[in-house]
């Protein structure tokens, strides 16, 4: 019912020659995906380059940030309505990162994701705790507040393009990832979130991924977790093998 979604988030990686030639090494090695789907997310700089390579490919493309506004003067910014032109059909919004160096609110993360999918692009929404927050036993009533925080005004036909990602904070380039356990722990309170909000049947539709230090030893038994659709994947997206091993899930 859920396809689930490998996405590699590339970060403030790869200049446009090395993003290139990352798609292609990906691009040669990978086989069919009948019963799953692939992204890259490359920095904004090598878009343009990465989009004819991966159009009409098994590799879809999406963009780490957007401008919630179509056009304007907001001098620096990316708006949807130029990822939608240059190819982009997924837009990463609310990191970690982005809510922790660049400050952006529950509320600024909500206006991005109304945003990208006003354009039609589908949002990947991402949300986690802090160490000291789940030393607090903090972890699910934040997540969860940040989830409804997120889709404050997202109509339910609009949750069918909307993805989540589950991301700890302390396990995001960490090495210390989430017990599948733990993730999925998580990803059921966050689906129970979404039946909330939205009702059962829509909340078994919505995929949810895990982020935070996914690897090729630890992706297998996190994917055969039933509330966990996909992967979130950072440093092992940068390099062909791990990120194919990654997608070749079993
Ligand atoms: O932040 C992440 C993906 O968005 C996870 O990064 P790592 O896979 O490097 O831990």
Known sequence: MRTPLIAGNWKMYKTIGEATALVRDLLAGLGPLADREAIVCPPFTALAAVAPLVAGSQLGLGAQNLYPEAQGAFTGEVSPVMLADIGCRY??????ERRQYFGESDAFVNRKLRAALA????PIVCVGESKPQR???QAEPIVTAQVRAALVEVTPAQMADVVIAYEPIWAIG????ATPADAQAMHA????TLADLYGADIAA????QYGG???????????AQPDIDG???????LQAASFLRIINYQ
């Open 91 to 96: 837009v990463i919004v609310g990191h970690s």
């Open 119 to 122: 354009h039609g692009l589908r």
């Open 135 to 137: 030393d607090a036993g």
């Open 174 to 177: 960490t090495g210390d990832t």
């Open 189 to 192: 309170a966050i689906r129970a």
């Open 205 to 208: 539709t919505v995929r949810i």
């Open 213 to 223: 230090s996914v690897k090729p030893d630890n992706i297998d038994e996190l994917m």
């Open 231 to 237: 992967a979130l994947v950072g440093g092992a997206s």
